[in-house]
């Protein structure tokens, strides 16, 4: 048998017309498959014929992780690369990221350091969700103190994104993971729809003694937020809550949602406009139920 390529990619697109050229033209020369989540923008019909030798495939919209999952499946090289079609590669960045992996044999995960596409820095290393966490970003505490570890650790406070770092959780935007690493820990659970599904498999790939690194050494460009457009929020919450629940159980992840509510519904007192209507539609769906029947557990 053949030796395995090195490196594969793996772009799950939604309505993602206005960067996935920028996107797909970073991979050039690397196997790519494109998964479509049902986008009816003309992104399919872009890809297929700008891009005529990646593979496409089009998919029913079960999510993000799925649509990863799908793509994965499909490929059998010992890295695979997880690219947002939001997000692009600088020239080397790819070959940087893989040599750092090479060097890091128990490295199940590594992340990039993340630019805006005005070139600063888009902080990309995450903490898992707690109650505390989730209360110090969602009633303003870290604003308190953003550099704390204590008041800001959902986003790595006092951390510059300067160094080499084994973190707990890196953006999903660009993720370099290794195939030995996804055999034995298994794939992204589909039961994320979108946010917290890299929370999610980084938790199990720690869980499993592999490590999720940070290295700043190669960098991507991200769109934060253009390929959700604020119309997911409550997606968000929910996967705060079922993280919770599948990791720290009932009792946990409904002691989430009660501060959750509260939170959303002091925001909705102070905030107007489109920011204060997420609020309020995130502080409904919350009041409609316990955290169990929320998540349909």
């Known amino acids: 048998m053949s030796e395995p390529e090195r490196v594969a990619a793996v772009v799950v697109t939604y309505d ?95 992340g990039p350091r993340l630019l805006n596409p005005d070139g600063t820095l888009q902080r990309s290393v995450r903490g898992y969700p707690t109650v505390w966490r989730l209360a110090t970003e969602y009633l303003f505490l870290r604003k308190l103190a953003p550099r704390s570890s204590a008041l800001n650790a959902f986003y790595a406070g006092g951390f510059d994104h300067d160094e080499v770092r084994e973190v707990e959780v890196v953006m999903g935007a660009c993720m370099l993971l290794r195939r030995e690493a996804i055999e034995q820990v298994g794939e992204c659970d589909e039961d994320y729809f979108l946010f917290s599904e890299e929370t999610d498999w980084c938790y199990r790939f720690r869980g499993a003694g592999w490590e999720v690194v940070f290295f700043p050494g190669a960098e991507c460009v991200h769109v934060r937020g253009a390929s959700h457009s604020g119309r997911l929020y409550r997606e968000n919450l929910r996967g705060h809550l079922l993280f919770l629940s599948k990791h720290r159980g009932a009792k946990e992840a409904e002691r989430a949602r009660r501060l959750l509510l509260a939170s959303l519904r002091l925001r909705a007192l102070v905030f107007r406009g489109e920011r204060g209507r997420a609020y309020r539609d995130g502080a409904a769906w919350l009041a409609s139920g316990d955290a169990a029947g929320l998540l349909g557990r």
């Open 16 to 110: 993602a017309l206005p960067w996935i050229e920028s996107c797909l033209d970073s991979l050039g020369g690397v196997e790519t498959v494109v998964v479509d989540n049902g986008s009816s923008d003309g992104t399919v019909a872009f890809v297929r014929e700008r891009y005529p030798d990646m593979r496409l495939i089009e998919s029913e919209n079960r999510g993000l992780g799925a649509g990863w999952n799908t793509g994965i499946r499909e490929t059998s090289s010992t890295y695979v690369l997880l690219l947002n079609a939001d997000a692009w590669l600088p020239n080397g960045s790819l070959e940087r990221l893989c040599d750092f992996a090479d060097t890091r044999p128990r490295a199940g995960v590594v």
